[in-house]
């Protein structure tokens, strides 16, 4: 008896349906053998010698399938497919990358939840992961530098470092182990590297003729701990620690040590109250004058707004060292908001922070006022390889009775951020 291809599929469909995928694998054998271009058959191919244990076969035609389609719906299943059967291999590196070359061909809004239970799946099944961001844009400012040229000292103008144009592109990538986890609690090592690189342009060249870009770009890495912790059905634990060193400034660097703690309670209405401890210590051993420490506590509560959520917070810090210039006491407020999509894969966030600080080893006669706002646009549709490109748009201005830190920053970066 002859079927035609839309029977013959409807078969294999249901034959999976029924968990009868040996059966299925042979009807979609006997599709291609009559059509060998038979992409859906392919694909239907690959899902059933998945499911009945014959994972290299099923990653063999599944790649076949994904190289011999233009069709962004078939190329989709197919990727994952391929990844469901690398994933069977016990070869979750490889199953992640098809996972990353699928959501490059997604076409329906479900397609990101079936890639992110993927990669959740796949990260309970594998200790180890890594994370990569990448990103650059333009600055007004990529030195901190002042608003003025000169510091008045009793009359006579003294020349300061001021705020320098140009182009700035970061790089983090961080590789956690996961040393343990159970139902209530997981802890995981970690190393994070960061790279800042720093382009000067024609007028910072022209404002300060001594500038290299080199004097403006930093490395650093940390190695640490990071766990959490859920107590009862409501509360949840962070914690974590690390060690690392920076270079910067063409060669100098620094030491820092950090420490971590915050508590997070699910309340009524899905609001989220949250305390955050830290503390930073940072020695710079060419000029341990300037050895600094940091703590801070910072209070948030997080509620929904709408079908997105808003974050209002509360913070307060305190800088010591030696040198008379650098301590300071600080009080901040900060909103955050996070709209629902305004159009389908584009998402829109808002952020803004008040900060006082007082220097209270050369007090001036006001407090310094820093205040910052920005938006951020998250263009999921536009995903490539699990990484979606994120523009943010922000400014900084610092205002100081002291002119060295009288300063503003504009900037745009354009990153990419994975997705999983």
Request: hydrophobic fraction near 40%.
């Amino acid at each position: 008896m002859q079927v035609t291809p839309e029977a013959g599929r409807l078969m294999v469909a249901q034959a999976m349906s029924t968990g009868n995928a040996d059966l299925a694998a042979r009807i979609a054998r006997q599709l291609l053998a009559a059509n060998p271009g038979d992409i859906e058959a392919q694909v239907m191919l690959t899902a059933a010698l998945s499911r009945s244990g014959k994972g290299q076969e099923a990653v063999e035609t599944g790649k076949r399938a994904f190289r011999a389609t233009d069709n962004r719906p078939l190329k989709f299943q197919a990727a994952f497919l391929t990844a469901e059967a690398l994933a069977g291999q016990n070869r979750p590196w490889a199953a992640k990358w098809w996972l990353r070359r699928a959501d490059s061909y997604r076409s329906l809004p479900t397609d990101i939840t079936l890639l992110q239970r993927g990669f959740a799946t796949l990260d309970r099944r594998t200790p180890l992961k890594f994370t990569l961001t990448v990103g650059a844009g333009p600055s007004n400012n990529v030195n901190g530098g002042s608003l003025h040229e000169t510091f008045d000292f009793y009359g006579i103008p003294i020349p300061i470092e001021q705020a320098l144009p140009g182009y700035t592109g970061i790089a983090v990538g961080q590789l956690s182990y996961r040393l343990h986890e159970n139902a209530k609690s997981s802890l995981s090592g970690l190393v994070q590297m960061r790279h800042r690189e720093v382009w000067l342009s024609d007028r910072a060249r022209k404002l300060d003729p001594m500038a290299r870009d080199a004097d403006f770009s930093s490395d650093g890495v940390d190695f640490g701990l990071s766990g959490q912790r859920r107590v009862g059905s409501t509360v949840g634990l962070s914690y974590g620690a690390q060690i690392g060193r920076q270079w910067y400034d063409g060669g100098q660097q620094s030491e820092v040590q950090r420490l971590q703690f915050g508590a997070a309670k699910l309340m009524a209405g899905s609001k989220v109250a949250r305390l955050d401890l830290s503390a930073e210590a940072i020695q710079q051993p060419g000029a341990p004058r300037l050895n600094t420490t940091r703590v801070a506590a910072e209070a948030s509560l997080s509620m929904a707004l709408g079908k997105g959520r808003v974050t209002g917070s509360f913070a307060v810090a305190q800088l010591d060292a030696e040198a008379p210039g650098l301590p300071y006491r600080a009080v901040s407020l900060g909103v955050q908001a996070e709209p629902a999509q305004v159009l389908r894969g584009i998402d829109l966030g808002f952020f803004a922070s008040i900060e006082s600080k007082e220097y209270f080893k050369a007090k001036t006669e006001n407090p310094d006022l820093v205040v910052e706002a920005g938006a951020t646009l998250r263009l999921s549709n536009a995903s490539l390889l699990g990484f979606a490109p994120t523009a943010t748009v922000s400014a900084t201005r610092s205002m100081s009775d002291l002119v060295i830190r009288d300063s503003m920053n504009l900037g745009v970066s354009v990153a990419l951020k994975s997705s999983f």
